[in-house]
C-alpha cells in the first residue's frame, strides 16, 4: 500500500512553454499532498503544501503565480511550472500524506525530471 | 540553528559492517521521525519511522530515539553495497511540518 505515482517521469520543454506535473495517490487518500523540488547534489526543498479543497500553501521565496498547484481531489494534486524557464529544471517530487492512520508519514512519487532548453 | 542536523558524509564501511547514522534536531517538541533512503536521480523512500524512545528493529535497520538529547539514529546491520545512498532525517515539528536533514552518503565497498 501507500503509492505515489507521478505523471510524467521526465519532461523536456521549450523556455516559454507551461508543464504540468500530476501526483496521484494510488491507494488511499490524503488531505495533504507536498511538492518538493531538488537540485543536483543538493537538499529536498520543500515548495508548497496542497491541501484538497483550498489553496496551497507556499514556501517562502516560491513564487505561487509561477507554480500553480491544484488539489482537486483526495487522490489528485498538479503543479503547474508556468512560462518555465532554464533555471526551473529541477527534480519535481511530491508526496502525499494517508488520512487513514493518525501517523503522519509522508509518501513519495518516483518524481518528475524536469529540463526547460 | 538548523531544524534538522547530519553529517554530510560520505560514510564509508565494508561490506558486513555496522554503519550508524546520525541525526539531531532541535524542536524539543517533535513527536516523529522517520528515516528516508535515497538513491542517486531517485525519490526518497521510506525506510523507518519512530515516535518513542528508544530502539525500532525492522530486518537489518535498527532506528534510535532520545527525545531528551533530541538524537535519532539508524543502524544498518550487515552493510551491503546496495545500502549505498544518501540516507534522510525526517523530522515532524510540533506544528506539524515535516523538515528534512541535509542527508548522509553511506558507501558500502565490497
Known amino acids: 500500500g501507500a503509492v505515489v505515482s507521478q505523471h510524467p517521469s521526465r519532461v523536456i520543454c521549450k523556455s516559454g512553454t507551461s508543464v504540468k506535473i500530476e501526483c496521484r495517490s494510488l491507494?488511499?487518500?490524503?488531505?495533504?499532498m507536498f511538492w518538493y523540488r531538488q537540485f543536483p547534489k543538493q537538499s529536498l526543498m520543500l515548495m508548497a503544501t496542497s491541501n484538497e479543497g483550498s489553496k496551497a500553501t507556499y514556501e517562502q521565496g516560491v513564487e505561487k503565480d509561477k507554480f500553480l498547484i491544484n488539489h482537486a481531489s483526495l487522490t489528485l494534486s498538479t503543479l503547474t511550472v508556468t512560462s518555465a524557464h532554464p533555471e526551473d529544471s529541477s527534480f519535481y517530487i511530491c508526496?502525499?500524506?494517508?488520512?487513514?492512520?493518525?501517523?503522519?508519514?509522508?509518501?513519495f512519487g518516483p518524481g518528475t525530471r524536469l529540463l526547460v532548453l | 540553528q538548523k531544524e534538522v542536523e547530519q553529517n554530510s558524509g560520505p560514510l564509508s564501511v565494508p561490506e558486513g559492517a555496522i554503519a550508524s547514522l546520525n541525526c539531531t534536531y532541535s524542536d524539543r517538541g517533535s513527536q516523529s521521525f522517520f528515516w528516508y533512503r535515497q538513491y542517486s536521480g531517485k525519490s526518497p523512500e521510506l525506510i523507518m519511522s519512530?515516535?518513542?524512545?528508544g530502539d525500532k528493529e525492522d530486518g537489518r535497520f535498527t532506528a534510535q530515539l532520545n527525545k531528551a538529547s533530541q538524537y535519532v539514529s539508524l543502524l544498518i546491520r550487515d552493510s551491503q553495497p546496495s545500502d549505498s545512498a544518501t540516507y534522510l532525517c525526517a523530522v515532524i515539528s510540533r506544528y506539524s511540518t515535516l523538515t528534512f536533514g541535509k542527508g548522509t552518503m553511506l558507501l558500502v565497498s565490497p
Open positions: 508526496s502525499a500524506r494517508s488520512t487513514r492512520t493518525r501517523e503522519e508519514t509522508q509518501y
Open positions: 519512530i515516535y518513542s524512545n
Open positions: 491507494d488511499f487518500q490524503a488531505t495533504t
